[in-house]
Structures are given as structure tokens and as C-alpha cells.
């Protein structure tokens, strides 16, 4: 939880109902997966910008470039960037619908070819773009490089050649800007409900994935989330 008083500690109902209506900021459009604190401790915008993955058990430090993409052209954005991985990879379902404390479950599959993939989770777009409990991370142990499209709807490149993955970025309107700040550093809230709980289920059995899922009724649930 949030290390201070909530911004949504002592909104009215209608106060909330406003704020969570709201997606567009400027030119940038969220998902229905995500929205920032009340008092907008964070406006959403679209960019990017360089970071490193501290691995503190291999002590060393890997590239990243995190990206936050206006709906539009957000998932179409996050297909792009698997091209670079090669022909055969790996894909990791990340779920926390059923986490009831902060965390979520990894469902791992091996070997399977992309474009096989790519027809796969253009099936699950809606899901995968505007559930705020499904991320999605995408492999090649051989080269390494790894892409992310987490929770959040941000996309997130790890890997020691990143240039090609800029210039992807750059062709969808991308642009760097190494000061921008994301939704996860800041409180925020994540949305999702039982329908999107129960087509996580059938992507993760297309996928081949163990691990099964119980629903319940169609409601909507919106979680208070601080930095992640």
C-alpha cells in the first residue's frame, strides 16, 4: 500500500466513478487496465526511455527500455517487438487475479513459433490490453532478450542490443524521453472482472499452460496499488 494517505481516501462515489471514467489525457489514451492516482501524481504520456535491470544474485546489470503507448496503437506496437526474438520463443502468462496480497503466478511456456503466437493473442487483444491482473512476457533464452507487455500496459525490453527495438518504437510515434515517469511510480489502481478472469483461462490452455483458475460472477473489482 501506499507509503502516505491515499488520493482516494476521501473521494465521494461519484468522485471516483469521474476520475476511473476518465482515459485520455492530452493525446494519450489508457487501457481500462489502469489508472493513476486522483491527484495525478503521475500524467500519463507516451515514451520511452533507458533503464537497467539490477540482478543482484549474478551481480550485473541488463539494458531495458520501457515504453508506455497510447491504446491505438499499443498492442500492434507490442507485436513489433517480438519480431527481433527469432522464429521459435518462449512466453510467460503472468496472472494476480487470484493473489490476495501483492504478487502474481508465472505460467511458463517453451517452444513455440511466433507467428503461431502472434494468431493466438490477437485472439485475446481485449483481454490482454485492458485486464490490469494478465501480463504477458515474450523470450529467447538463446540470444537473450525479453519483452514484457506487464499488468500495467507498459512494454519493457531487456537485452544487450536494444537498437532495433528503438527504431520499432520510433516507427509506431514512439519517442525517448529518458525523463518521463511511468503509472507503476506512483499509486495507481488495476481493473479487471470475471470475464476477463475466465479468457485468461482459455488463453492459458491454448498455450498448454497447467494451473486452473475458479470464477464467479460478472463484477468489476478496481485495486489501489502503490509503486510497484
Not at 34 to 49: A, C, E, K
Amino acid at each position: 500500500m501506499p507509503a502516505g494517505p491515499s488520493s482516494f481516501e476521501k473521494l465521494s462515489e461519484a468522485e471516483l466513478e469521474s476520475h476511473l471514467g476518465v482515459a485520455r489525457y492530452g493525446n494519450f489514451t489508457l487501457t481500462d487496465a489502469v489508472r493513476p492516482s486522483y491527484d495525478l501524481q503521475v500524467v500519463p504520456t507516451q515514451g520511452y526511455r533507458h533503464d537497467y535491470y539490477r540482478d543482484q544474485e549474478n551481480r550485473n546489470s541488463v539494458p531495458v527500455l520501457m515504453a508506455s503507448v497510447s491504446r491505438e496503437r499499443l498492442f500492434e506496437t507490442f507485436l513489433d517487438l517480438l519480431d527481433p526474438l527469432g522464429f521459435t520463443v518462449d512466453v510467460v502468462l503472468e496472472t494476480s487475479h487470484k493473489q490476495r496480497s501483492k504478487g502474481h503466478t508465472d505460467l511458463y511456456r517453451e517452444h513455440i513459433d511466433l507467428p503461431v503466437l502472434k494468431s493466438v493473442l490477437w485472439e485475446y487483444e481485449d483481454m490482454l490490453t485492458n485486464d490490469g491482473c494478465t501480463g504477458l512476457a515474450v523470450l529467447n533464452p538463446d540470444v537473450p532478450q525479453e519483452i514484457q507487455f506487464d499488468e500495467h500496459k507498459l512494454l519493457i525490453v531487456y537485452g544487450e542490443q536494444l537498437g532495433e527495438f528503438e527504431s520499432i518504437l520510433a516507427s509506431r510515434g514512439v519517442e525517448c524521453d529518458d525523463k518521463i515517469h511511468f503509472l507503476t511510480e506512483a499509486e495507481h489502481v488495476h481493473s479487471s472482472n470475471d470475464r476477463y478472469a475466465r479468457e485468461f483461462e482459455q488463453l492459458r490452455t491454448r498455450l498448454g499452460m497447467d494451473e486452473g483458475y475458479s470464477q464467479g460472477q460478472e463484477t468489476e473489482d478496481w485495486g489501489v496499488g502503490s509503486r510497484d
